[in-house]
């Protein structure tokens, strides 16, 4: 319990400002490349639900043309053919993400924890209220990713979400950690999201 509350919260810390200032420039390159490469922010910003539900804005780079339709990315039919050349890039080594770390500094997010998810998956908000999966910090990775992301049912993903939120520990985060590299290495679920994360898509709003 202490792990729960005090001691993750320090590690994301210890690890997320270290990175941010080492990454800040490669950061800036990245927007910029983005910004000279494709219409539109280099930012892409979501409402997600997070910890005890509550609503929070996500930071992602934009992979995605401003000509790509706002909808789920499960209701594409090539979903490749709006993602910039760049973005095909980002994308497949999970470079997208790591705006996030602003994320995690604000105490929005941890590394490891539940996907936040957008009110597009209200069936996996709904479960997680339910079964206690919201009473933690969403995460870049969790158990649920390293365990078929999208390819498993949204009953199944509430259920491993609700299992880290009871299981929270240094080993666990640890080994959840290890688990996501080598699924990025294996560039694992890159675009074939479902209903379980389809809240990913970042696409432009016209705003």
């Known amino acids: 319990m ?3 509350k005090v001691v993750k919260r320090i590690l994301d810390l210890l690890i997320a400002i270290p990175m941010f200032l080492v990454l800040f420039i490669p950061l800036i390159f990245i927007g910029l490349i983005i910004k000279l490469t494709s219409k539109g922010p280099f930012l892409f910003k979501q409402e997600r639900y997070g910890r005890k539900s509550k609503p929070f804005t996500l930071y992602k ?3 995605m043309t401003n000509k790509a339709p706002v909808k789920a990315n499960s ?3 090539d ?3 709006y993602v910039t050349p760049f973005g095909m890039f980002i994308r497949k080594t999970s470079i997208d993400e790591l705006p996030q770390l602003l994320n995690i500094i604000k ?3 941890s590394f490891i924890g539940p996907r936040p998810l957008a009110e597009t998956d209200s069936k996996v ?3 997680r209220k339910h079964n206690g999966a919201d009473q933690v910090l969403p995460g870049i990775s969790g158990l649920a990713q390293v365990n078929g992301r999208n390819n498993i049912s949204d009953e199944d993903k509430a259920a491993y979400d609700a299992k880290y939120a009871s299981r929270v520990s240094l080993r666990v985060d640890v080994l959840l950690t290890a688990e996501t590299f080598v699924s990025v ?5 890159v675009f074939k999201e479902t209903s379980i994360d389809n809240s990913d898509n ?3 709003r016209h705003d």
């Open 202 to 204: 970042d696409v432009v």
């Open 2 to 4: 202490f792990y729960k």
């Open 185 to 189: 290495l294996k560039r694992d679920g």
């Open 79 to 81: 979903i490749t053919s």
């Open 125 to 127: 908000l709904s479960l």
């Open 107 to 109: 105490g929005e997010m």
């Open 61 to 63: 780079f934009r992979s």
């Open 75 to 77: 209701e594409f039919d």
